[in-house]
């Protein structure tokens, strides 16, 4: 009898080792790389079982998944993102690997049902390293049905998770599946979901950031509105809004979506609006930034982008900071190798909850006199409360009133910088200081 135990002992043992590689097949390995191909990426056994979405880049066209296999992460995604867009993937394996769910569907399989471009929304968590921290949730860009949740949010994710926040990479509905306000729902449903389930995410339901890309920087910014926005959705206001190369208003394309997707139908949808016309004293801070030389922004009338975007802000007395960079193209992320690198530097921690937006470093601000906010002078920074008027937080670089928008055109006074200022280290992009010549002088108006 002694002996039969034994022999089934050993019998069991030898199962499970032969068992062992079938277990391992079933993660991946978090050693992906800028030269790592998107076949070999999307072969991985952990981005297979996490259920992100890779195929961006092929436009969610049948017959296409195999089209950019052969490209290098690097390719597919540029140079401005590939390593943080590596560390991002290989942070999701990671936390795949030690039993994180990623993929959240939005909607239950009735509404799926109800609606088959439902099936499509999603997001991918990202936990943060402590509990209870905040959560930013980050839109990519789009055009038409192309999007880019791999090259612009997994690669922020990755940034955001340094700072220790929560991150959530949004995947909204796009063309043609963007009609009747599509993409609010989708957003509002999203935080909604967080919300609901702020406990098991480890999140703050208040304060949290909105991040977006160009059109999805449109969609962000009209959700942090009264109008459109969180409101309508019974939703707390979003504590920041934050914004790279934003679409403002899409004049130039909406009679192409009106006619394509809502024809015939009364009423107003989200891409008729200018993110300027919806501007209030009740908007939350604001950061944004973009570039001069960004073609997609000038084809679509630059002084009704950020520029608008800028003197509705100001015209509303909301905290806000607005950078334009010389050379910085339309789509390049993080924007590593270009003069809007290290942008994310200045955001804030993610894990207390008295957070405030930098929005300058002292020693940039004092070598750079014509370099300022719009609305406010020299050295400030902006709570994530939204809180505005009198004092800043006495926790920032300096307390220095707030000021007054500039009335004309030319150069933003400095007035309130503080004098300790001078002795700082390093603009918060890395450049040396005293030679940003990136940066444009605050401006009223239309860009000279």
Sequence with gaps: MKHRICTAAACICLLLMMALPAFAAEYGEPDITPQTTMGEIRSNPSILGAGVWTYSKEQNLPGTEDWCNDQTLEKYVSSHV?????????????????????????YSEQEIAEDSSRNNVEFYYYPASTPDAKYALVLSGNIFNRTAELKECISTAYQLHQKGYAVFVMRYRAYPDNDNNSPMEDIARAVKYIIGHAQQFGVQTESYALIGYSSGGHLAGLFASDALGYKNYGLPKPGAVILAYPIVQFSEITPIYRVGIDPFVCGRFYYEYSLADLITEDYPPVYFWYGRDDLTLNLLCWPLQGPALSKALAAHGVPYKEVVYDHAAHGIGLGRGTAAAGWTKPLPSGKNRQNNIKYADPGFAAAQPGFCNRRHYGIFSVSLHGASGGHLPDDGPAAVPLGKACRKPGRCRTE??????????????????????????????PHQ
């Design 82 to 106: 590939a390593q943080d867009c590596a560390d991002g993937l290989n942070l999701l394996i990671r936390n795949y690997n030690a039993g994180v769910q990623i993929t959240y569907k939005l």
């Design 416 to 445: 309130g910088m503080a004098a300790s200022a001078a002795g700082s280290a390093e603009p918060p992009d890395g450049r040396e200081t005293g030679r940003d010549g990136a940066a444009e002088p605050c401006r009223y108006g």
